[in-house]
């Protein structure tokens, strides 16, 4: 079964910095495409970025609103996925789920860790 | 960027009816990169369709997906209980993704 979590969410202050973290199992995590979207409250999801797999390159890509703040990473020995968000703003309060990327639709999504972003 | 508008925004149905989603880009999007969610209150969103047509596994045959270029449609052929959600169409292209924003089912 495939089992993706979600850590590392919290409160944190207009210009702060967060590292969160997804532990992947149930699946080959070292050749999946991993993603992160993100959901604010009463609004629909946002796609936030990808890291794709080490043997496709493992480069990533960002949504406009993040980029240059935020960053992707992945470890293929501990099967996790990184989200490192800085300068965070309070547009980017959030729930950030982690999603297994398949042939470009988000096929597994974890339950999700609420960032809110307040002074 | 390439911009979903979904609607209705709220379709309010009873049991047993046939719900109608319509799902609308900004440029045409290939079928193979287009997908639909449903998401219930305080769950994630749940994979149901993709390359427009295809059924995501687990999902039932009354769900089915049509459409091409700039027009997409989901079905409900007999809405049962459980499918009274929020569904959201996604696509991808341009090495990124966007979703719509929703259209919301609820009982009549």
């Known amino acids: 079964e495939v089992q993706l979590v979600e850590s590392g969410g919290g409160l944190v202050k207009p210009g702060g910095s967060l590292r969160l973290s997804c532990a992947a199992s149930?699946?080959?995590?070292?050749?999946?495409?991993m993603s992160w979207v993100r959901q604010a409250p009463g609004k629909g999801p946002e796609w936030v970025g990808r890291?794709?797999?080490?043997?496709?390159?493992?480069?990533?890509d960002y949504a406009a609103p993040v980029k240059g703040r935020f960053t992707m990473s992945r470890d293929d020995s501990k099967n996790t996925v990184y989200l490192q968000m800085n300068s965070l703003k309070t547009e980017d309060t959030a729930v950030y789920y982690c999603?297994?990327?398949?042939?470009?639709?988000?096929?597994?999504w974890g339950q999700g860790t609420l960032v809110t972003v307040s002074s | 960027e390439i911009v979903l508008t979904q609607s209705p925004g709220t379709l309010s149905l009873s049991p047993g009816e046939r719900a109608t989603l319509s799902c609308r880009a900004s440029?045409?999007?290939?079928?193979?990169?287009l997908a639909w969610y449903q998401q219930k209150p305080g769950q994630p969103p749940r994979l149901l369709m993709y390359?427009?047509?295809s059924r995501a596994t687990g999902i039932p045959d009354r769900f089915s997906g049509s459409g091409s270029g700039t027009d997409f449609t989901l079905t409900i052929s007999r809405l049962e209980p459980e499918d009274f959600a929020v569904y959201y169409c996604q696509q991808y292209g341009s090495s990124s993704f966007t979703f719509g924003p929703g259209t919301k089912v609820d009982i009549k």
């Open positions: 149930g699946f080959t995590f070292s050749n999946a495409w």
């Open positions: 390359g427009a047509s």
């Open positions: 890291i794709k797999s080490k043997t496709d390159g493992g480069t990533t």
């Open positions: 999603t297994a990327v398949s042939g470009f639709r988000f096929q597994h």
């Open positions: 440029q045409s999007v290939s079928s193979t990169f």
